[in-house]
């Protein structure tokens, strides 16, 4: 159910109701527009993943300074962003069952949509709901980039699905779909550069096999956040897929630069606002933000601009703060800003984003593809 939005446009941000889902509106166009510089006379296309921001809203701006389309992970995500009036839309994972791929060839007639596949039995249910719909609808054929999850082997493997699909009446064959999540994470530089090599090498391997069916290959997608600059740098990826970038979080904050520091690249956007609840007991704080209010698979959440505020504990309802002697102590009602340690699923309890800007709400956007699980 769609709850009613936590603020009202012109409120000051202390009387946002909580837990919220604060969006740092400097800190994300700044993001919006790095990324665009970063990109600028590279040759390579920005689709951004929107399964990170879910909200029509945000790919709008996006796609306002030159990405391409965006990209997803799962139909009701692609159905939310067409409907909200995204007009390029990739699913960038495989899509298993009938109903599924219906609505996604459904998705074709109102726009320029593709969807992935790493198997024959991918490919022959795209082609059966294709010919049943009379469309032709775009497959890339997903590889396994080195994170051992989806994709097929790269090389001779995936040229043959390749000519399948391109043999097919009902299909044409889109490119290259070549993500390694897992990347995103590595902490340091060299570690991220020589797993995108990796990858990189498996591209190279099975466009050279494209090469020998006589298939040729114009997008080759994939990257993310942590790792874009070493798809970049690669020469064969034409799309970067980073979907994090506009928002950041605590686990990204993690990743180092070459000196031992973290990356910058890109400012902390996203923040969970909280209210302390209770402040009964010296040296705890509870705030009203817990298990339902913030993820915790990537870590419990960091508070901002708050050094002597540690996050130590969440219960369903609760999150517990603590503090050291000498420290200012956090009154009854005082609202708190958490950096969440995974920004997707984070995003995923909310309705709204309450877009503040220097202290004032600016902006109500709704997360249209908040639940988008099919």
């Known amino acids: 159910m769609l709850q009613a939005p936590p603020a009202i446009v012109g409120q000051r941000e202390d009387e946002i109701d909580t837990p919220a889902l604060l969006l740092d509106l400097d800190a994300f ?9 970063l990109l600028a006379g590279t040759g390579v296309r920005l689709r951004p993943h929107a399964k990170a921001h879910k909200s029509p809203a945000v790919a709008h701006q996006q796609m306002a300074r030159g990405a391409v389309g965006q990209c997803v992970q799962k139909v009701a995500e692609a159905e939310a962003m067409v409907w909200g009036g995204i007009r390029n839309v990739l699913v960038s994972n495989e899509v298993v069952g009938a109903t599924k791929v219906a609505r996604f060839a459904a998705l074709s007639k109102e726009a320029d949509v593709a969807i992935c596949a790493d198997s024959e039995e991918h490919v022959s249910a795209i082609e059966a709901a294709a010919a049943d719909a009379s469309l032709r609808l775009r497959v890339l054929v997903e590889i396994d980039a080195g994170g051992a999850r989806c994709g097929i082997e790269s090389g001779e493997r995936a040229a043959l699905l390749a000519r399948r699909i391109a ?6 064959f889109g490119g290259l779909q070549a993500y390694h999540g897992s990347a995103q994470h590595l902490r340091l530089p060299a570690e991220r550069a020589a797993a995108i090599e990796i990858g990189a090498t498996a591209v190279r391997r099975t466009l050279d096999a494209l090469a020998r069916f006589d298939l040729p290959c114009s997008v080759v997608t994939g990257g993310g956040t942590g790792t874009f600059e070493y798809e970049i740098a690669s020469g064969v990826y ?23 520091k973290p990356v910058s690249t890109f400012r902390q956007a996203l923040f969970v606002l909280s209210t302390v609840m209770s ?3 010296t040296g705890v704080a509870v705030l009203d933000a817990g298990h339902k209010a913030v993820t915790i698979d990537s870590g419990l959440p960091l508070v901002w601009d708050r050094p002597e505020l540690t996050y130590v504990d969440a219960s369903d309802e609760h999150g517990t703060l603590s503090y050291s002697a000498g420290a ?7 609202k708190v800003r958490l950096v969440p340690g995974h920004c997707d699923p984070t995003v995923d309890r909310y309705d709204w984003y309450v877009g503040v800007r220097r ?5 109500l956007w709704p997360i249209a593809a908040r639940g988008a699980m099919r």
């Open 359 to 363: 202290g004032r709400v600016e902006s």
């Open 29 to 37: 166009e700044y993001n919006l527009d790095r990324m665009t510089q």
């Open 167 to 172: 043999q097919s009446a009902h299909l044409t």
């Open 238 to 260: 034409t799309e970067i897929q980073a979907g994090s970038y506009c928002l950041m979080d605590a686990d990204y904050a993690r990743n180092l630069d070459t000196n031992g």
């Open 328 to 334: 200012r102590v956090p009154y009854l009602g005082e």
């Open 279 to 281: 402040a009964a007991r």
